[in-house]
């Protein structure tokens, strides 16, 4: 099932070979420390990565570290104060678009998409968001805002609502058909991506683990050329102790139509139903694809169930004895592993 956002429809698109690469970043290369000494922003530390904070932060708050499996990753932290003048006080670790990537891109190559990994970490006691957005000289234009304690990811984007023109918080998630936070699993590595389409100014969000795909009209883009991504963090009152999250596998591409991942392809390819169930579920395709494995788990990450199939191309699980909640169905194919939503009861 693919969710509906908040004043959305459905987009569904399809991979492309000729994308343009603007920037691309895996952290590897860079050394373990300090990103930038400067926390004005006027002077780059490590490849053109720059950091600004208008008070209260240190250029401690922006590293590349080292992680387990992972190689490098950048890590952005939120300063702890208790004074008011810092615990709103805002963070920024940011790069600039080569010169002309944007202007120059291929004709047709309307769609900047933006791609990342991030640790969604444990609930802290840290009361602070954390976003990563692309910005026009003028605005902020759209990107995802992340809240640690809650583990809620929400699209970022600013939207003309009832007259309003403002910046918004867009509910990704669903229940009951209609738009709900999407609570995030704990402990867990997530690759999202979005995509700001120039020529409809729509934005399109993609969580592919959890199915969630969708997209939102903002307001007019028409003066509003990227320069730059950004990955800050926002202490919001009462805050008093940091928190750090942690990016990865970080990529800016202009392409020409939205881009789906290979499981996004696969995903598209199968159907669940009925959904939400009851007790017995029917997982198939029309297109004969036999299914090796289905994996289920929580929204927490944890595996619940294991089947272990003789590919076949249609098959019924009966789920009754699960608690009911939301469920993710990674069902193993020779295509590829197609992620699906299901609702129990």
Known sequence: MKTKLLFASLLLGTQISFAQQILNEDFDSYTVGNVASDLTGATAGASGWKIFTAAGGNVSNFKFAAEASKGNVLTVTTPSSATTSQMNNAGYVFKDFPANAWTGRT????????????????????LSNHRNFTASANNLVAGYNYDPKTRILSGLTRVNYQG?????????????????????????????????????????????????????QTVS??????????????????????NT??????????????????????????????????????????????????????????????YELNRQAEIQLNISDLNAGIYIFNVKTKEGTAVKKVIKR
């Open 245 to 306: 999250i942690k990016y990865d596998n970080f990529t800016v591409s202009a392409v020409s139509s939205t881009v789906l991942g290979v499981h996004d392809a696969v995903s598209s390819k199968f159907n669940l139903y009925p959904n939400p169930v009851n007790d017995v579920v029917t997982i198939s395709n029309n297109e004969n694809i036999g299914m090796e494995q289905v994996m289920i788990s929580d929204l927490n990450g944890r595996t619940v169930r294991t």
């Open 164 to 216: 309003q023109v403002g910046l918004y918080l867009i509910r990704l998630g669903q229940q009951g058909g209609n738009p709900a936070d999407l609570v995030l699993p704990a402990d867990t590595w997530v690759k999202v991506y979005y995509q700001i389409d120039y020529s409809t100014s729509k934005i399109n969000y993609q969580v592919p683990s959890l199915s969630v795909s969708g997209e939102i």
């Open 107 to 126: 004709s047709g190559n309307n769609i900047l998409r933006v791609e990342y990994e991030f640790y969604t970490g444990t609930e802290p006691a840290s």
């Open 221 to 242: 883009l028409a003066n509003d050329a990227p320069v730059e991504v950004d990955f800050s963090t926002l202490g919001l009152t009462g805050n008093t102790v940091g």
